[in-house]
């Protein structure tokens, strides 16, 4: 069994629905990951089969450990392998600080980074069978600024970074290089959930220094070159794809 095998997280929509095509036709047979939207999780099985490679559609709440070892045991029994690991899968409660409440951060920590790390342990048992692969993760500059509403999601993406460093470390050994990239704010459906939407895309399109706003594909195409041999020398950093929103006061 030759043929590389990626995983991504949350990939029904979005950023991880733009991920799992882009590399569908980059060559690998895709793991699509869904907590709930399965229609739309089989509509992107159909669109990368349609690129001439092989799907499979896995409903688990990463969140969850026992589903994510779960998830993992249906990969290892559909494909045998695993190369590449796209931790994108996201959620969290959006309210002041002052009003969260206990459930609201077990959720987002849970989803945000609990399930890097135990995503990354399986994932890691399958990679070393081959010699090794690629894990990148999706954050946002909500982990190292303020953004209004944004504080469970926005810790839990400074976790993310920061196990994105001690896993870059450990897993060096088991020729596993480990990454992330942080987006400025991308008009994706999960905006839409955003009460200051509005004002934060006003923000990206009026400030970004590079003259507009992030697009999905700006993401992605970053998500690629960390997953090439050419930037194998790159280990645990959080590369910044904002326009140079983050540069300024």
Not at 111 to 116: G, H, I
Request: aromatic share 6%.
């Amino acid at each position: 069994m030759t043929q590389k095998v990626a995983l991504i997280t949350g990939s029904s929509r979005g950023i991880g629905k733009a991920a799992a095509i882009r590399l569908a036709k980059e060559g690998y047979d895709i793991v699509i990951n869904y907590a709930r939207s399965k229609t739309a999780a089989l509509e992107t099985a159909q669109q990368i089969e349609a690129l001439g490679r092989k799907a499979l559609v896995v409903k688990a709440n990463v969140g969850d450990v026992s589903k994510i070892k779960a998830m993992f045991e249906q990969i290892e029994a559909g494909f045998g392998r695993l190369d590449v690991f796209v931790n994108n899968a996201a959620s969290g409660v959006l309210r002041p600080a002052m009003e969260l409440e206990e459930s609201h951060w077990d959720w987002t920590m849970n989803v945000n980074s609990k399930a890097l790390l135990f995503c990354a342990q399986e994932a890691a048992k399958l990679m070393e069978r081959n010699g090794g692969g690629k894990i990148v993760s999706i954050s946002s500059l909500g982990s190292i600024r303020y953004l209004e509403n944004y504080t469970t999601v926005g810790v839990s993406k400074a976790a993310l970074e920061a196990l994105t460093r001690y896993l870059a470390v450990e897993l060096a050994r088991k020729n596993i290089v480990v990454n992330a990239v942080s987006g400025g704010a991308v008009d994706t459906e999960a905006l839409t959930h955003f009460p200051n939407r509005e004002e934060l895309l006003a923000e990206a399109r009026e400030k970004t220094p590079a003259g507009r706003m992030v697009e999905i594909d700006d993401i992605i195409n970053a998500v690629l070159f960390l997953l090439k041999d050419e930037s194998s020398m790159i280990r645990g950093q959080t590369i910044i794809v904002d326009g140079g929103i983050s540069l300024l006061v």
